[in-house]
């Protein structure tokens, strides 16, 4: 069996026996993570200077919180003074404006809970101007970090990183189960088995209120090793703009982050759906789900008080969700560092999959047909809608939207791959190990394998889309995950089709917003611009090729190829320098259009209202809208003006010089517009009649007119 890689030990002796007079119930959530390697032995009741660090991820709340109680009450038995310190960093996988602006929101929560309790909170947003590592610089100023034990990314293994500092003193508190992990000894592959094993773990601790910690250290007062965010009077939109992350995946409109909207969704449903969660709970338009999973994964609430709450309602099958299939989830994730991969599956799950790997598929989807919920299965787009919308999706439709992966992959390593991502990518429940147990179960886990056998799936469980369609009102449900994001309708005008621009119309459209794109071009695809000449000869005479510089395209790029839009230019690249060729090899990857490097732009503006050859020629504000305005020449030559229409917002996807006449002076941001020009680039475009020999395919050149 494996166990935790984190290394536990023995701290520093005064540390010690702070640990070992906490309460039960906070010793039975605690473990020591790292043993210094060197500290003065002629004076062990010396500990380092410096503060106490309460270091806050998933468990971002006051309220019943183990871990900011084991930090108050050591802080204040060793005389330290105490900082409560949360970082949020753009490195981690998955960050995006959907993550962030959920955890910001609680963080203005989190600034005004510890103000009024008297502790100071310090919170560090990693921008691009700003990349800080300032858990690094807290973790070697603490004589004490104490954080969340939580058992998944990206926190492990930045766990990993602070177990290995020689001097730290670190402390992890489970904060997210009601039975704390450790207390459950091992994994379990089987829900009754886990059920069975803490029945009695479960019935003392159900009921118990949560004892209130009366320790006050000091707040710490000294400066900090880093600049913090005043969060509560901060503009969270402008701050995630700053941020180098996935702006594709916007914020939830319907679900705000922090404790307070949390346990306002909580009281509702206890108040309401909870009587009927009972019945109803697998439909998924009754109304019945708590929709608390982002909210318990990021520790806004307390488990035990939804535990404790849920149980004076005899609500039994919310309890078994909550406690049983969720607490299990968290257990293995904790004892099976390798959740994450195929080889957490049980042996006759992994050997069934493998024994029909080449049985064939009902269709091959790539990653962005799936993303964008572009399949030819209605239900499963539905699924993939809520979570692309509403960044949620109900559990029944869940387990079936994640058995239909098997049958669209080549493979189950290939299934698992993506359904990680798309759950992690757009649910605000992503990377949960709660996550991790549903996926892993549409793969076999905590089941037993059903027989006969079946193709592609083998004795894995079935549940066939077009048999749960059946047993649910498909129209009524798409209807449900497809309602507005926003309370009341926006319209968008984008001007620019070019990459960027088709690019923001397809993800607000993606979102259930309208969008009208205008190009003054025949088409889209902008600078990726092709041309058409006699004989029907292509002429690329825009970007001669594309070169992604992020490793956030990987996905996009690898669909583009496998979809037939991109292709990689493996051609001889030379420098022209005289009379010398020089080889000119590339350190990445040139990717040109299938049939000309219009092809992207075409393909990312399908299904987009594109309004062609439409010169903007100004913007006039109109009430609380702005009117778009163009000019347009008749017969006579005489230039009248025309309205395209009033919209809520405008995006500008156009060379700065070419948006400066067009946006309003009373624009915020107006005076930010660049004033420089763009130097023209002229293309020549020549056909001959009998091919030449040239020794390259690309060349570059220093001298003379020609650029390449």
Known sequence: MMVPSLPTGSLHPRIDAALASLPTHLVERTRAIAKPSTR?????????????????????????????????IIAARLQRPLLVYQGLSQSYRYASDRH???????????????????????????????????????????????TD??????????????????????????????????????AFDRAFAYRDATKKLYQERVDLLWPCVDENPEPYARDLPFQAIDIENCDLWELVARCRIDHGVPAVADTVGGSDAGYQRWQAFLEGP????????????????????????????????????????????YL?????????????????????????????????????????????????????????????????????????????VRMTWGKAMLHWTSNAASALEWLIDLNHRFALDGRDPASYGGILWCLGQFDRPFTPE???????????????????????????????????????????????????????????????????????????????????????????????????????????????????????FVQWQGNALLPQPSTRMRWVGVSGMNRLGKHLAEDLHVVPQTLVSRVRERNSAHELIATRTDHASIEEE?????????????????????????????????????????????SFQNRWDVPFDGARSHDGPFAW
Request: glycine residues 4%; contains cysteine; proline residues 5%.
């Open 149 to 186: 034990d939580f058992p998944g990314e990206p926190t492990l293994r930045w766990m990993e990183r602070l177990a290995h500092l020689p001097n730290l003193n670190l402390l992890a508190v489970d904060t997210a189960c009601v039975v704390p992990m450790q207390l459950v000894g091992r």
């Open 320 to 396: 078994d969700e909550l406690l049983i299939w969720r607490e299990l989830a968290y257990s293995f994730c904790f004892y099976r560092p390798d959740h994450a991969s195929l080889s957490a599956l049980p042996h006759w799950a992994t050997q069934t999959l493998m024994e029909h790997e080449s049985d064939p598929r009902s269709a091959i989807y790539s990653w962005e047909s799936l993303a964008r919920a572009k399949t030819d299965d209605r239900l499963w787009n539905a699924c993939q809608e809520s979570l692309i919308r509403h960044g949620e999706l109900h559990n029944n």
């Open 454 to 572: 079946q193709s592609v799936l083998g004795t894995v469980r079935d549940r066939p889309t077009e048999e749960h369609a059946r047993r649910i009102k498909l129209d009524a449900y798409e209807n449900h995950v497809r309602r507005p994001i926003c309370s009341k309708s926006i319209r968008v005008a984008i001007v620019g089709a070019g990459l960027a621009g088709s690019m923001c119309a397809r993800t607000l459209v993606d979102q259930g917003i309208g969008v009208t794109l205008f190009e003054k071009s025949r088409g889209p695809s902008g600078r990726c611009a092709t041309r058409r000449g006699d004989d029907h000869i292509l002429f690329d005479h825009g970007a001669p090729y594309i070169e992604f510089t992020d490793r956030r395209w990987d996905l996009y790029v690898r669909s583009w190829e496998q979809d037939g839009i991109l292709a990689p230019w493996h051609g001889n």
């Open 274 to 317: 909870c009587r009927h969660y009972a019945a109803k709970r697998n439909d998924p338009l009754a109304g019945v789900a708590s929709r608390m999973s982002a909210y318990l994964h990021y520790g806004m609430v307390s488990p035990m008080r939804l535990a404790r709450e849920a149980n004076a309602r005899k609500a039994e099958k």
């Open 40 to 72: 003065d032995l002629r004076n062990e009741d010396t500990i380092p200077s410096g503060p106490v660090v309460y270091w806050t991820h998933h468990a971002q709340r006051v309220d019943e919180n183990p871990a900011l109680d084991v930090a108050r």
């Open 642 to 686: 025309l309205s395209l229409g009033a919209f809520d917002v405008v995006v500008f996807a156009v060379p700065a010089e070419q948006a400066r006449p067009l946006v309003p002076s009373t624009c915020s941001w107006y005076r930010d517009l660049p004033t420089e020009s763009h130097s023209p680039c002229w293309t020549l475009m020549v």
């Open 100 to 146: 962030h602006i959920f955890q910001l929101q609680s963080a203005k929560v989190l600034s005004r809970s510890y103000r009024n309790l008297g502790m100071r909170y310090a919170l560090h947003v990693e921008t691009e101007e700003d990349s800080e590592r300032s858990l690094l610089r807290l973790a070697n100023l603490a004589c004490l970090l104490v």
